[in-house]
């Protein structure tokens, strides 16, 4: 915390600077943030930049089998929540009555407790699914749930 404060706080580098530097020796002031020693010398832009070379070579270091098999199993998972959240609806739509829509929460969560068979089924790891994979497939099967229900509802004109 005080390093970085002595980064950005510009008069206090300064006065540090002015004191140790009226010695007769050349101080650089050096600081360390996110784990990158930092000099008065060197720019944000140039901090920023090793950054992002680093996250890049952290990405590069994942074989590129792993990233595709990463990508297919998002395609799944959004294909897999879309299918049962429209089916859902459409379920909804054909069985429910307007004095029995209570249970049409039933069948949305129907629909998100199907769905971890169904993904082991087609070869995925469920039990690695992160909370923002399981986020995700809630999330688009209530809306797609949502929005099949509300057009079928619709009454044409």
Known sequence: M????????????????????????????????????????????????QTAEEKESAEAVIPSIDRHKRHVDGIKKTIVSSILGIASGAICYQFLTPQSSNFSYLILLLAFYIQKPIYIYMGMDANQFTWKDWFYIAFMTMILWFVSWTLLLTPCQ
Do not use: N, P, Q, Y
């Open 2 to 49: 005080f390093a970085r404060r002595l980064w950005w706080d510009g008069d206090v580098a300064g006065k540090l600077c002015s004191k140790l530097g009226s010695f007769g020796s050349t101080v650089e002031t050096t600081t360390l943030i996110g784990g990158h020693a930092i000099t008065d010398l060197m720019s944000k832009k140039k901090i920023a930049r």
